[in-house]
């Protein structure tokens, strides 16, 4: 039996239970491809499932090999693989169902692989999927953010506000972001038009009204976003369903986002990539063997832009 070097779980709880170890090398069935790793991103879903909060949405079996964000090479083809070949660089938000991308290797669908932005090296690329594909699909598919709105991010130095702050200024709105002072300087030169140091300043006392808010946070911070929306505009979390009985109260919508695999927009996102409009802050790199470590940074929750294992 081949085997690679991975970090999995046996069951739930601190980080003790990150056991890196040698496992089998997974293989690909029809419409996969397996995928050597260059690269893994981390992110605080990692932990979260890693302690068990997303248990009763999430039916994982153990071992569980963490992380869902990956850069890397197929290595080889399952049947029935007709975009892809063997040799293409390639990068994944893959299904969180599944085995992640701790490891040596991953088997991924062919639906939720695209060709990794050729501009940037695989560290950079393994840090995009998941916070790309995020800030995509809450800004645009379920937020509709347009060239002339107003968009509140919150936690704009973060793995998914940083991406989203670039991605709201290429759309041509107008971009209002919250982060502690340390971060003002990188959060403006990102694109932030309005930062608000939330140390020091109400963001619901200071933010003129906004036809978007993206809610990282949850807890209190969601509780006063409502009175910054427009009339009719929007709230979307990516931490916890706001209530639709509160959203009509205020006169604004809401929504909840767990983002999905999308190979079409990881392509976009490839594309502006390379067109130098869009790029990925990795503030850390660990060697995979130092996974728990790069969870225990990601959980104190004060990174700037991303945390990646390199694997190759
Ligand atoms: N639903 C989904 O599909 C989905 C997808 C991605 C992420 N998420 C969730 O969204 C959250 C953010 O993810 P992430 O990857 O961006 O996390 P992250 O990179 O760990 O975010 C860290 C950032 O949060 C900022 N921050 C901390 N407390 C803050 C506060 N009270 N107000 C404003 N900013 C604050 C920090 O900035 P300072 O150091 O300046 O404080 C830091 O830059 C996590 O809970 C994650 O699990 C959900």
């Given at each position: 039996?081949?085997?690679?070097?991975?970090?999995?779980?046996?069951?739930?709880?601190?980080?003790?239970?990150?056991?890196y170890?040698?496992?089998?090398?997974?293989?690909?069935?029809?419409?996969?491809?397996?995928v050597?790793?260059h690269?893994?991103g981390?992110?605080?879903?990692?932990?979260?499932?890693?302690?068990g909060h997303?248990k009763?949405?999430?039916?994982?079996t153990?071992?569980l090999?963490?992380?869902?964000?990956?850069?890397?090479?197929?290595?080889?083809?399952?049947?029935?693989?007709?975009r892809?070949?063997v040799?293409?660089?390639?990068?994944?938000?893959?299904?969180?169902?599944?085995d992640?991308?701790?490891?040596?290797?991953?088997?991924?669908?062919?639906?939720?692989?695209a060709?990794?932005?050729?501009?940037?090296d695989?560290?950079?690329?393994?840090?995009f999927?998941?916070?790309?594909?995020?800030?995509?699909?809450t800004?645009?598919?379920?937020?509709?953010?347009?060239?002339?709105?107003?968009v509140?991010?919150?936690?704009?130095?973060?793995?998914?506000?940083?991406?989203?702050?670039?991605?709201a200024?290429?759309?041509?709105?107008?971009?209002?972001?919250?982060?502690?002072?340390?971060n003002?300087?990188?959060?403006?030169?990102?694109?932030?038009?309005?930062?608000?140091?939330?140390?020091?300043?109400?963001?619901?006392?200071?933010?003129?009204?906004?036809d978007?808010?993206?809610?990282?946070?949850g807890?209190?911070?969601?509780?006063?976003?409502?009175?910054?929306?427009?009339?009719?505009?929007?709230l979307?979390?990516?931490?916890?369903?706001?209530k639709?009985?509160?959203?009509?109260?205020?006169?604004v919508?809401?929504?909840?986002?767990?983002?999905?695999?999308n190979?079409?927009?990881?392509?976009?996102?490839a594309?502006?990539?390379?067109?130098?409009?869009?790029?990925?802050?990795?503030?850390t790199?660990l060697?995979?063997?130092?996974?728990?470590?790069?969870?225990?940074?990601?959980?104190?929750?004060?990174?700037?832009?991303?945390?990646?294992?390199?694997?190759?």
């Amino acid at each position: 039996m081949r085997t690679m070097k991975s970090v999995c779980i046996y069951a739930y709880g601190g980080p003790a239970v990150l056991v890196y170890e040698d496992a089998p090398r997974p293989h690909p069935d029809a419409g996969e491809v397996l995928v050597r790793v260059h690269a893994a991103g981390i992110n605080p879903v990692d932990w979260k499932i890693r302690e068990g909060h997303l248990k009763e949405m999430l039916h994982h079996t153990f071992p569980l090999v963490l992380g869902w964000d990956v850069s890397g090479v197929i290595e080889s083809l399952g049947t029935g693989i007709t975009r892809l070949k063997v040799g293409d660089e390639v990068f994944s938000r893959p299904d969180i169902l599944r085995d992640g991308a701790y490891a040596e290797f991953i088997v991924i669908k062919e639906s939720e692989l695209a060709l990794k932005p050729k501009s940037i090296d695989h560290i950079h690329a393994a840090a995009f999927p998941l916070a790309g594909l995020t800030a995509w699909q809450t800004l645009f598919d379920a937020g509709g953010l347009s060239a002339d709105q107003r968009v509140l991010i919150h936690a704009a130095a973060g793995g998914v506000g940083h991406i989203a702050v670039q991605l709201a200024k290429w759309k041509g709105a107008h971009v209002i972001g919250t982060s502690t002072a340390r971060n003002h300087e990188f959060v403006r030169k990102l694109g932030v038009d309005q930062v608000i140091d939330y140390d020091t300043e109400r963001f619901d006392e200071v933010v003129q009204p906004v036809d978007v808010v993206l809610d990282t946070m949850g807890g209190e911070t969601q509780e006063r976003s409502w009175k910054v929306l427009k009339p009719g505009g929007i709230l979307v979390s990516i931490t916890s369903p706001p209530k639709p009985e509160t959203a009509t109260a205020h006169g604004v919508r809401q929504a909840f986002v767990f983002t999905q695999p999308n190979s079409d927009q990881l392509a976009e996102l490839a594309k502006l990539v390379d067109a130098e409009k869009l790029k990925v802050i990795v503030e850390t790199v660990l060697p995979l063997s130092d996974a728990t470590r790069g969870q225990e940074l990601s959980q104190r929750g004060h990174g700037r832009g991303k945390i990646v294992l390199r694997v190759v």
